[in-house]
T-cell receptor
């Protein structure tokens, strides 16, 4: 069966510090991968998605970036965090090709102070 | 712009009653429709999906889709306090869009014992 991991689970960072969040998927190959952010009391905002290694599509202009160095690894980064970057970051995957159902990881709660 | 609208609630129902959650979407090109449940502080979990007009039942849950009216709903029969959560409606678009999901902001459901 497939599982998705995210770490860290929680993170408190000062404004201006760098960020690296990691997501890995097990039990499948060539998944589509997605990064979402959920601000407190808000809906899910799609940040990036990837259909393959090195292929990243950005949905929202911001100070975040994403990379996919391996088939089942997806990384969200920032060089300098802003207060507005606080939120709940969720990674999700679907099967590649016609797969549509997205399954979410446990999430990373980020607080920027 | 593709939009998904949900009443934010909270929707309060007594234990044992039927909870009815509604969702409308803007793009007639939408192909697949999903309901996720999100407990406070947790990541969304899939309840069910529906592709075709009509009803789809899974245990106490029934999804209803009306593509002509661009409307999808979720009925929860015999509601339990454990059903108290935020319910997210999501709509997906074709492969050329990376199988992206567009989420509504969610409806808060409270089941009173």
């Amino acid at each position: 069966s497939q599982t998705i991991h995210q770490w860290p689970a929680t993170l408190v960072q000062p404004v201006g510090s760098p960020l690296s969040l990691e997501c890995t998927v097990e039990g499948t190959s060539n998944p589509n991968l997605y990064w979402y952010r959920q601000a407190a009391g808000r809906g899910l905002q799609l940040l990036f998605y990837s259909v393959g290694i090195g292929q990243i599509s950005s949905e929202v202009p911001q100070n975040l970036s994403a990379s996919r160095p391996q088939d089942r690894q997806f990384i969200l980064s920032s060089k300098k965090l802003l207060l507005s970057d606080s939120g709940f970051y969720l990674c999700a995957w679907t099967m590649g090709g016609a797969g549509e159902t997205q399954y979410f990881g446990p999430g990373t709660r980020l607080l920027v102070l | 712009q593709k939009e998904v609208e949900q009443n934010s609630g909270p929707l309060s129902v007594p234990e044992g009653a039927i909870a009815s959650l509604n969702c409308t979407y803007s793009d007639r090109g939408s192909q697949s429709f999903f309901w996720y449940r999100q407990y406070s502080g947790k990541s969304p979990e899939l309840i069910m999906f529906i592709y075709s007009n009509g009803d789809k039942e899974d245990g106490r849950f029934t999804a209803q889709l009306n593509k002509a009216s661009q409307y999808v709903s979720l009925l929860i029969r015999d509601s339990q306090p454990s059903d108290s959560a935020t319910y997210l409606c999501a709509v997906t678009y074709p492969v050329e869009y990376g199988n992206k999901l567009v989420f509504g902001a969610g409806t808060i459901l409270r089941v009173k014992s």
